[in-house]
Structure formats: structure tokens, C-alpha cells
């Protein structure tokens, strides 16, 4: 199932109730409808559909740095040492708890914490050199254009049909009573989706990272 195919459901339902609607509806409007779709179905709780790996280079006495298009938590974060050993980064769901740990924003050393703060992640201590931080977590899948597809589309077209449809019938004229369904079907889709597709259990900017046989907790001290 690709977005052309799917908003061609969108507007032949529509097209049932009202003819004029389907020759009135737009690709673009189509595309913006499955877009909010897509995306209300990876927020809460995250599904394996949302789930990314990526590395990032730090700078030398630099604290901050943007986080991935569409983030909304990370999972994992961490790097390998001189010795070859993985070092853990502690997160930061508080600023004020990660102030209170690191109180100077000015010290440099090695990186321990991190946390997200302004769109950006905010690292302490600074980082003195060049190291790469391997991160794993979550973001909003990328928009799809005219024609194209991915897994999430793939597998859970329907339900985002049905969230796409209920969108839809706050611009043009559907029966309440229809309308209605497509909600109740974009609610028992979602549910089921949810439960089906959930990802693997770390609480988000709850416990991040953690080594072989260790987890790292966020800091909770008062």
C-alpha cells in the first residue's frame, strides 16, 4: 500500500456520501490527512515503527547540539572508551535535576549526562574532544510524498486510513453517524495497533542507557 493508492480509499469513501467531495478533495489535502495519521498512531505508546540508530560526532567545548528530525526520546546513548569499553550517558528527563548535577554549564571533562532542553541536546560535562555517541529512541516518521511507502504504511495502512478519514470529516460534509464509525474504527485500530506494534519496554527519558548488565536510572536525587 503506497500514498496513492491509500488516498484513493480516502476519496472514494468519500465519494460514497457525497460525489462532489471526491473530485473535490485534493492529493495534497490526502497527503496531510495520512500525514497526521501516521504520526497520532507512534506517539503514545511508542511503536517499532518510530525506532531509529544513528551516531553523532561531539565538538570540542561544545555543549549543545540539535537533536534528530522529529524526536521525541532516545532509548540509548552512549560511547566507546579508549579501552574499548562502553560508557553509558546518563539521562535527564529534569533540567532541574541535571543542573543541580551539573551546576557549572562552563566545566569541561568527560561526558556522563545528557538531557533535552530548548530542542537541543545538552550535554555535561562538555566534551573536550571529538567522540562519537552512539543513540537509539524514538521520532516521528518522515512525510511521505505521492506514490511512496514505507513499513508503517505497509502494515497499518487501515488504521491510518480510518485515522485519516476522521480528519478529513472536519472539512467536508460526512453523515455524523458515519463519521462516527470512522472514529470509533480509528479508536479500535489504534488500540489494538498499540499493543500489537509496541516497542520494546524503556520508559521514555525514564531509563535510557545501560551497559552489559547494568541500567542507568535517571538521577533522582532531591
Not at 1 to 22: A, C, S, V
Not at 55 to 68: E, H, N
Request: net charge negative; hydrophobic share 35%.
Amino acid at each position: 500500500m503506497d500514498t496513492t493508492e491509500l488516498l484513493g480509499k480516502i476519496k472514494g469513501w468519500h465519494g460514497i456520501y457525497d460525489p462532489t467531495n471526491e473530485d473535490a478533495i485534493t492529493n495534497d489535502e490526502c497527503l496531510e490527512w495520512i500525514d497526521i495519521g501516521r504520526r497520532y498512531v507512534c506517539r503514545t505508546p511508542r511503536l517499532r515503527f518510530s525506532e531509529f540508530e544513528d551516531t553523532m560526532v561531539t565538538v570540542a567545548s561544545t555543549r549543545a547540539y540539535d537533536l534528530p528530525a522529529g524526536w521525541m526520546s532516545f532509548t540509548d546513548l552512549y560511547y566507546i572508551d579508549d579501552d574499548a569499553q562502553r560508557k553509558a550517558i546518563e539521562w535527564y528527563s529534569d533540567k532541574k535535576r541535571f543542573n543541580k548535577r551539573f551546576p557549572d554549564p562552563t566545566l569541561e571533562g568527560t561526558v556522563v549526562g545528557a538531557v533535552q532542553w530548548k530542542n537541543q541536546l545538552i550535554f555535561g560535562l562538555i566534551p573536550t574532544e571529538e567522540v562519537t555517541i552512539y543513540r537509539s529512541g524514538h521520532k516521528l516518521p518522515a512525510t511521505l510524498g505521492l506514490g511512496e511507502t514505507d513499513d508503517l504504511l505497509d502494515e497499518l495502512w487501515e488504521n491510518i486510513l480510518w485515522l485519516a478519514l476522521v480528519t478529513s470529516g472536519e472539512y467536508y460534509t460526512v453523515p455524523e453517524r458515519k463519521h462516527g464509525q470512522w472514529k470509533q474504527w480509528a479508536a479500535e485500530a489504534t488500540e489494538a495497533n498499540r499493543v500489537l506494534y509496541k516497542t520494546a519496554k524503556t520508559p521514555p527519558g525514564r531509563i535510557v542507557s545501560h551497559g552489559p548488565g547494568t541500567i542507568t536510572p535517571a538521577f533522582e536525587e532531591e
